[in-house]
């Protein structure tokens, strides 16, 4: 009777979603650039190039929970200025135990990424990071930039709202909003905004 009890909870066991033990199939989170190919209500369609390991290519994202930017302005935007064509980089989570039908769901949106015209580049933080009090000096992983953010920089994470340049670490990833580069190697930049990644 107890071998039978004991085979009968290891199939009980197996049967259950992979979830429920250590959550092995936790949601991650994936990033692509593209070009918004329709857009129907809180449903979009991206088509464009994955820009993480296990990205895909073309998406099909519910945008209903997530923040737009404008990489123009450096605004957030309402999900009904979105028109077919713009260019888009979209972060959202991804799910094995979904079914390839199904919309993912989009975390951050940021709009016209590929614009000449964007007050914005991207820095990814180098393992050289200055900690000083009331600023953070760091360089950028390719070398190009010294960056000083300054507790007047406003500085956000679209998850975690804002930060403090003590908040700055290795390996994180910025849109950087400036005015002014010195033509010094490396530039010095002094942003006015800094957005982390996902």
């Known amino acids: 009777m107890r071998t039978c009890l004991i085979a009968f909870c290891?199939?009980?066991?197996?049967?259950?979603?992979?979830?429920?033990?250590?959550?092995?199939f936790q949601p991650a989170i994936e990033e692509t650039i593209g070009y918004i190919d329709a857009i129907d209500g809180e449903l979009l369609y991206i088509s464009?190039?994955?820009?993480?390991?296990?990205?895909?290519?073309?998406?099909?994202?519910?945008?209903?929970?997530?923040?737009?930017?404008?990489?123009?302005?450096?605004?957030?935007?309402?999900?009904?200025?979105?028109?077919?064509?713009?260019?888009?980089?979209?972060a959202y989570e991804t799910n094995p135990m979904?079914?390839?039908?199904?919309?993912?769901?989009?975390?951050?949106?940021?709009?016209?990424?590929?614009?000449?015209?964007?007050a914005v580049f991207t820095a990814e933080v180098s393992g050289n990071v200055q900690h000083y009090p009331g600023h953070t000096v760091?360089?950028?992983?390719?070398?190009k930039y010294r960056i000083t953010a300054t507790d007047e920089t406003y500085i956000s994470c679209p998850h975690q709202g804002r930060l403090t340049p003590a908040d700055i670490r290795a390996g994180q990833e910025f849109f950087v909003w400036v005015d002014m580069i010195t033509a010094s190697s490396p530039a010095n930049v002094y942003p006015d905004k800094l957005v982390r990644v996902l």
């Open 98 to 118: 979904a079914s390839h039908l199904d919309p993912l769901a989009a975390v951050v949106l940021w709009l016209n990424w590929d614009s000449p015209h964007a």
């Open 10 to 24: 290891m199939i009980i066991a197996t049967a259950l979603p992979a979830q429920a033990y250590g959550g092995v």
């Open 48 to 90: 464009g190039e994955a820009i993480t390991a296990r990205g895909r290519e073309e998406v099909f994202i519910d945008i209903s929970a997530a923040p737009v930017y404008d990489l123009l302005t450096g605004g957030q935007v309402s999900i009904h200025n979105m028109q077919q064509g713009m260019s888009i980089r979209a």
């Open 138 to 143: 760091f360089l950028s992983k390719d070398g």
